[in-house]
């Protein structure tokens, strides 16, 4: 397997827009002590695109709010840091999308999946004892590698969707056999470029199979969330298929299946309003 440090992908790590200096700013404080409000919204005002999605937000009717926030001051004190970092995470994401259609797949497809793959990790975060906001990022940006990939080697990252189709594989065993590398080792070193916390590092790259030995809560929240956000199919993608999870997920999540309809409950109840609002 390719090397996530080695020279010839640093150009796949680079193809994406660079993170504004507050979105990243955002991102690398998740976990840490909370800002205070208002340099919070001094920071958000900074960022022309993350400040209008966090009036947006503020506004949509998701929050039920009669208040409409004119300042982002205002919309940060309805929102609160928490959603705030979300709203960065998802705000990255979006303007790094190209497309509708990018290396032989529906990017649409590929946000929705990642909506729903958030959504699923920080209601098994909250129903674990994890921290939810950070296995939200986590969980939105999973499949980041993709992207990159898919941006950066359009053609290849075609060919290496026509072979999964053909073989009716995973798109981790297509790209590694067509691209001699995967989404999951180029999303580890994009995030890892970026600064992000080194738990969200790891909750990228083991998205599809837990490291031996790692016993880390977010990497396994992550791969059960992928495999939920599949078998809930609100990306609307054909091809999809749900992904096994091992044993030693479902034994350290030690969740019942009441608890677990009632994530996919929850999910299910969340999407659209959130896939809606944090459109571009």
């Known amino acids: 397997m390719t090397s996530p ?59 039920g709010t009669s208040f409409r926030s004119k300042t982002v001051r205002e919309a940060v004190a309805v929102l609160g840091s ?7 995470t998802a705000s990255a994401f979006i303007d790094g999308l190209p497309g509708t259609k990018q290396g032989g797949f529906d990017v649409t497809s590929l946000w929705r999946h990642s909506i729903a793959t958030a959504l699923c990790a920080a209601e098994l975060a909250q129903a674990t004892g994890g921290a939810a906001d950070i296995a939200y990022v986590a969980g939105l940006l999973h499949d980041v590698g993709r992207l990159a990939l898919a941006t950066y080697q359009p053609a290849e990252y075609q060919q290496a969707m026509a072979y999964r189709a053909q073989q009716d594989c995973s798109v981790l065993i297509a790209e ?36 031996s030995g790692d016993t880390s809560l977010l990497p396994i929240i992550v791969l059960a969330a992928d495999a939920m956000a599949h078998a809930l199919d609100l990306a609307q993608d054909p091809g999809e298929a749900v992904p096994p999870i091992p044993t030693v997920v479902w034994r ?7 608890a677990l309809q009632g994530v996919m409950r929850r999910v299910l109840e969340q999407f659209e309003a959130a896939s809606s609002v944090l459109d571009s």
Do not use: M
């Not at 067509?178 to 990228?204: C, D, F």
């Open 252 to 258: 350290t999540l030690a969740l019942s299946d009441e």
């Open 82 to 88: 928490k959603t705030i970092h979300r709203l960065a």
């Open 5 to 63: 440090t080695s020279p010839d992908l640093l150009p796949v790590i680079h193809s994406l827009p660079s993170l504004s200096a507050v979105v990243l700013d955002l991102l690398q404080s998740l976990g840490h002590e909370e800002v205070g409000n208002t340099r919070l919204a001094q920071k958000i005002s900074q960022d022309q695109a993350l400040s209008a999605r966090t009036l947006k937000l503020a506004n949509s009717s998701f929050y």
């Open 176 to 211: 590694q056999r067509t691209l001699g590398t995967n989404h999951s080792t180029i999303g580890e070193a994009l995030t890892r470029h970026w600064k992000l916390p080194e738990e969200v590092q790891q909750a990228v790259a083991c998205h599809h199979a837990v490291r």
